[in-house]
């Protein structure tokens, strides 16, 4: 199968981007064939300090942990095993900043290979399954819901009190726990079939849309979807809006280029992004080219000549030396490689709310 992503992030009604997102790296073969192609969010908890540093943490954790899988390691031992190296090193920030649990921030990741789909989540963020014009969600958010609902179904509470529990929405497990017992891991892969479309995003998309609405926004070309989707989501004008982010997968048929990832301008605040995506393919000419060199070298003496012989007959001026390197505060620098994109820098916030699995309100 051939798996063609895209991206869009809004920073949504908040102060500051809590959401991180990551890609693994598309244009290594050796690697993609036996770990898959890799896409995961981070969703820093608002009702936390310093989401926005918890969910960058997690995500380049995550990435860094999963690049060293070997071809012996299942995917599922490899997602796990990185879920944890991201926690551990949310628990080790906190403890920097002398905090006991006191960042968070969910994940959810998803690797891709051949036909086959694994995913692991902690906490809330969504993984949907867009097929046959219908989509499903996934993975079980780690929810306060969860226990409420079952205590329904044993006759213990009353579904109106279930329903209108103030910590209904509260996370039960999420990065940067001291003991992370709570692990949603698809042990057997899920099949997937061309047409398919893999949805991977922050609750601020699905909590804000239904199901409906969000299928509304698969039209067009693939690459748009996230962009639709975010912007259907703000275009709600939903008061405490929370940050939104959205990676789509599209599963096509094989082709022979390879998986590109793009680069989508988030509007209203810049992006968090946990690893920068790679660039995209530029476009192969296989036509053999034509040396133009011999008629450069002829054209370059010609106009030599012809300037050193107009300048020895008529130059009579005075000749102005060129400084070759100038060094005013008008002088350019000398044109070389752009420079690399740097990560955001750890934005801290004081006023952050202080409570522990608890989101901001709208979330």
């Given at each position: 199968?051939?798996?063609?992503?895209?991206?869009?992030?809004?920073?949504?009604?908040?102060?500051?981007?809590?959401?991180?997102?990551?890609?693994?790296?598309?244009?290594?073969?050796?690697?993609?064939?036996?770990?898959?192609?890799?896409?995961?969010?981070?969703?820093?908890?608002?009702?936390?300090?310093?989401?926005?540093?918890?969910?960058?943490?997690?995500?380049?954790?995550?990435?860094?942990?999963?690049?060293?899988?070997?071809?012996?390691?299942?995917?599922?031992?490899?997602?796990?095993?990185?879920?944890?190296?991201?926690?551990?090193?949310?628990?080790?920030?906190?403890?920097?900043?002398?905090?006991?649990?006191?960042?968070?921030?969910?994940?959810?990741?998803?690797?891709?290979?051949?036909?086959?789909?694994?995913?692991?989540?902690?906490?809330?963020?969504?993984?949907?399954?867009?097929?046959?014009?219908?989509?499903?969600?996934?993975?079980?958010?780690?929810?306060?819901?969860?226990?409420?609902?079952?205590a329904v179904a044993r006759g213990n509470l009353a579904p109106e009190d279930a329903e209108n529990h103030?910590?209904?929405?509260?996370?039960?497990?999420?990065?940067?726990?001291?003991?992370?017992?709570?692990?949603?891991?698809?042990?057997?892969?899920?099949?997937?079939?061309?047409?398919?479309?893999?949805?991977?995003?922050?609750?601020?998309?699905?909590?804000?849309?239904?199901?409906?609405?969000?299928?509304?926004?698969?039209?067009?070309?693939?690459?748009?979807?996230?962009?639709?989707?975010?912007?259907?989501?703000?275009?709600?004008?939903?008061?405490?809006?929370?940050?939104?982010?959205?990676?789509?997968?599209?599963?096509?048929?094989?082709?022979?280029?390879?998986?590109?990832?793009?680069?989508?301008?988030?509007?209203?605040?810049?992006?968090?992004?946990?690893?920068?995506?790679?660039?995209?393919?530029?476009?192969?000419?296989?036509?053999?080219?034509?040396?133009?060199?011999?008629?450069?070298?002829?054209?370059?003496?010609?106009?030599?000549?012809?300037?050193?012989?107009?300048?020895?007959?008529?130059?009579?001026?005075?000749?102005?030396?060129?400084?070759?390197?100038?060094?005013?505060?008008?002088?350019?620098?000398?044109?070389?490689?752009?420079?690399?994109?740097?990560?955001?820098?750890?934005?801290?916030?004081?006023?952050?709310?202080?409570?522990?699995?608890?989101?901001?309100?709208?979330?």
């Amino acid at each position: 199968m051939h798996f063609l992503p895209a991206n869009a992030q809004h920073i949504g009604d908040r102060h500051s981007q809590q959401d991180s997102f990551g890609f693994g790296d598309p244009d290594d073969r050796a690697f993609t064939s036996h770990g898959g192609f890799l896409a995961l969010v981070c969703d820093g908890m608002g009702g936390m300090e310093f989401g926005d540093a918890a969910s960058r943490a997690a995500a380049h954790a995550f990435l860094d942990a999963y690049k060293i899988k070997t071809p012996a390691e299942s995917i599922p031992a490899a997602l796990e095993r990185s879920t944890r190296a991201a926690n551990d090193a949310v628990v080790t920030l906190a403890h920097q900043y002398g905090l006991s649990e006191g960042m968070g921030t969910t994940l959810v990741a998803a690797a891709l290979v051949d036909s086959s789909l694994y995913y692991v989540s902690v906490g809330d963020s969504g993984l949907f399954l867009r097929r046959n014009g219908s989509l499903k969600m996934l993975n079980k958010p780690h929810i306060f819901a969860n226990l409420l609902d079952a205590a329904v179904a044993r006759g213990n509470l009353a579904p109106e009190d279930a329903e209108n529990h103030p910590e209904r929405e509260s996370l039960t497990s999420f990065i940067g726990a001291e003991s992370l017992e709570e692990i949603d891991l698809s042990a057997d892969p899920v099949p997937l079939q061309e047409g398919d479309v893999i949805l991977l995003a922050s609750d601020g998309l699905f909590k804000t849309l239904s199901n409906d609405e969000m299928l509304a926004s698969f039209r067009g070309a693939a690459q748009s979807w996230p962009e639709k989707l975010v912007e259907q989501t703000i275009g709600k004008h939903r008061e405490h809006q929370d940050n939104v982010t959205v990676l789509t997968i599209a599963v096509e048929r094989d082709q022979a280029q390879s998986v590109q990832v793009p680069s989508r301008v988030a509007q209203n605040g810049a992006p968090t992004v946990a690893a920068n995506p790679p660039a995209a393919n530029p476009q192969v000419n296989t036509t053999p080219k034509k040396s133009v060199m011999p008629w450069v070298v002829f054209l370059f003496l010609f106009v030599l000549a012809a300037g050193a012989g107009w300048w020895f007959f008529f130059g009579h001026g005075p000749v102005t030396r060129l400084n070759a390197s100038p060094t005013g505060p008008d002088s350019s620098p000398p044109v070389g490689a752009p420079p690399r994109a740097r990560p955001a820098d750890i934005k801290l916030d004081p006023e952050a709310p202080r409570s522990p699995a608890q989101k901001e309100p709208g979330r």
